[in-house]
């Protein structure tokens, strides 16, 4: 299909031509770093939301200088690519302390540029997240969006109103209801689209103008619909723990013999399960959404949540075994994987617990043995 070779192209680089296309009207990108970041308020404002990754780094040679080697290789394959002038094209960036790696972001971003490796964008905000979900880190939460909105109208001289704002999140909320309804497909019995192609069309919504995403969305999901692909008979896998936007990783596990149906990425479900109130005032809407969608490791106190969702997921997409992978030195995503693992097995589901790198498969070989001897456990 044209339109899932589209979405695959997106997803196998940086940035694509519905980016440079969006520049060359005079449009202004930021990127942004975490899935916690309302990417409405910066559609609002006019702007391209742009999810930032590390694809297309291929060592992490100058990020070693600035993180060190006992980091999670995530933010270092960014850092490398801002020092290979990778993201020139960035107007503005919004960093979030997702974690202590991607914190430090903000700090190796700025210092690489100072030292001329790189540069950093004119416009850029630390946006903070609560860790807790309270009434009291709702209103702080509201009060943080305001911040964003108010530096983006003062820095880029505009104005985003309550009209840019429902727009916003009435478009988002399409993406939503579209992407379920891939995760509908996904779930049935005959699987029209394999885990790597649905893989790419998630990771494509973070680059590329969101009214053209969901054109094209729509366009696959009728493709989808009458297509004579059935790929049935394969062990149904999930798959959950760190960031993946690396369509070759999940190729690689589905070449073992088995499909990703489901996932509980933020580059995955995780992002897109929960839609927004489009009735309530839209920034006290946006921040009830973001602070307590599908919750993140980083958030206290709701493993059980984090549980039940994962216990969601294997049943709608009816899984036969769980990998929990986590990029090396992740140590949220690691920790919980062990309790995944104890607690899904408890349950009679079977998982694999795997460590990688992020980006470029180092590890190639040691992942596929042991995705195989796992998918030969499940016959």
């Known amino acids: 299909m044209d339109t899932l070779k589209e979405f695959n192209t ?17 449009k202004k990108v ?33 990020a070693d200088s600035y993180y060190g080697p006992v980091n999670c290789s995530f933010p270092k394959c960014v850092l490398q690519l801002v020092g290979d002038n990778k993201y020139q094209f960035l107007d503005g960036v919004v960093i979030m302390p997702s974690c202590d790696s991607m914190r430090r972001l903000d700090d190796t971003w700025r210092k690489a540029a100072e030292d001329a490796k790189g540069t950093f964008p004119s416009y850029h905000s630390f946006f903070g997240v609560p860790h807790k979900v309270t009434n009291y880190s709702l209103e702080w939460f509201v009060d943080e969006i305001k911040n964003l909105i108010t530096s983006l109208e003062n820095h880029f001289k505009i104005k985003i109103t309550d009209g840019d704002l429902k727009s916003a999140i009435k478009e988002y909320n399409e993406s939503r209801d579209l992407l379920m309804k891939l995760d509908e497909l996904r779930c049935k019995d005959s699987v029209p689209i394999s885990g790597a192609d649905a893989t790419a069309v998630i990771i494509a919504s973070g680059a590329m103008p969101r ?12 493709e989808l619909k009458k297509s004579k692909k059935n790929i049935k008979g394969k062990k149904r896998l999930m798959i959950g723990g760190s960031p993946n936007d690396d369509v070759a990783l999940v190729k690689l596990i589905e070449s073992s013999g088995g499909i990703i149906v489901a996932d509980t990425l933020c580059f995955g479900s995780r992002a897109y399960v929960d839609r927004i109130d489009e009735k309530e005032d839209p920034v006290v809407s946006i921040a009830k959404r973001y602070l307590t969608h599908k919750l993140c490791p980083r958030m206290f106190g709701a493993y059980k949540n984090r549980l039940e969702f994962t216990k969601e997921r294997v049943g709608q997409a009816k899984i036969d075994g769980v990998i929990l992978q986590n990029i090396r030195f992740c140590d949220m995503h690691g920790s919980e994987n062990s309790l995944f693992e104890r607690d899904l097995e408890a349950m009679g589901i ?15 070989g040691r992942i596929k043995m042991r995705v195989d001897a796992f998918i030969e456990s499940l016959q």
């Not at 997803?11 to 969006?22: F, G, I, M, P, Y």
């Not at 916690?36 to 590390?54: D, K, N, Q, S, T």
């Not at 009214?211 to 009728?222: S, W």
């Open 350 to 364: 079977p998982c694999l617990k795997i460590e990688r790198e992020y980006g470029f498969l180092a590890d190639e």
């Open 211 to 222: 009214d053209e995403y969901n054109g094209l969305l729509k366009k696959l999901l009728n």
């Open 30 to 62: 930021i990127g942004f770093t975490c899935s916690y970041v309302p990417e409405e308020i910066i559609y609002a404002a006019g702007m391209l939301p742009f999810r930032i990754r590390g694809v297309g780094a291929t060592s992490t040679s100058l």
């Open 10 to 26: 997106i997803a196998a680089n940086l940035t694509s031509h519905h980016v440079d296309e969006w520049i060359n009207k005079g």
